[in-house]
């Protein structure tokens, strides 16, 4: 059985950074793809972040792009996602969610979720 955990939230002022980190458990195989998901109040959840764990491809969301980065330790089974430029913006709930195969995620699999606030 697949299980998620975040860890990493937290408050952060604006132009400021933030680290997320997932945890996985239950893969069988390298053949899945992982990343993040947020949801902001009264906005629908954004797709933002994949890493192919096969081949170690990436995919970010326009919104994101160049301000965010996925990376993965392969000994921990961990994603993590260094945020950075930080805008109020992107205040919202963050998600890990894996899937079996590859990116884009379609989110089979779901973390509890971390708060993530951008403020001064």
């Known amino acids: 059985q697949v299980h998620l955990v975040e860890s990493g939230g937290g408050l952060v002022q604006p132009g400021g950074s933030l680290r997320l980190t997932c945890v996985a458990s239950?893969?069988?195989?390298?053949?899945?793809?992982i990343g993040w998901f947020r949801q902001a109040p009264g906005k629908e959840r954004e797709r933002i972040s994949c890493?192919?764990?096969?081949?170690?491809?990436?995919y970010y969301a326009d919104s994101v792009n160049g301000r965010f980065t996925t990376t993965r330790d392969n000994a921990k089974n961990t994603v993590s996602l260094q945020m950075s430029s930080l805008k109020p913006e992107d205040t919202a709930v963050y998600y890990c969610?894996?899937?079996?195969?590859?990116?884009?995620?379609?989110?089979?699999?779901w973390g509890q979720g971390t708060q993530v606030t951008v403020s001064s």
């Open positions: 890493l192919s764990w096969s081949d170690g491809s990436t």
């Open positions: 239950g893969f069988t195989d390298a053949n899945y793809a």
């Open positions: 969610a894996a899937d079996w195969g590859v990116c884009p995620l379609l989110g089979d699999y």
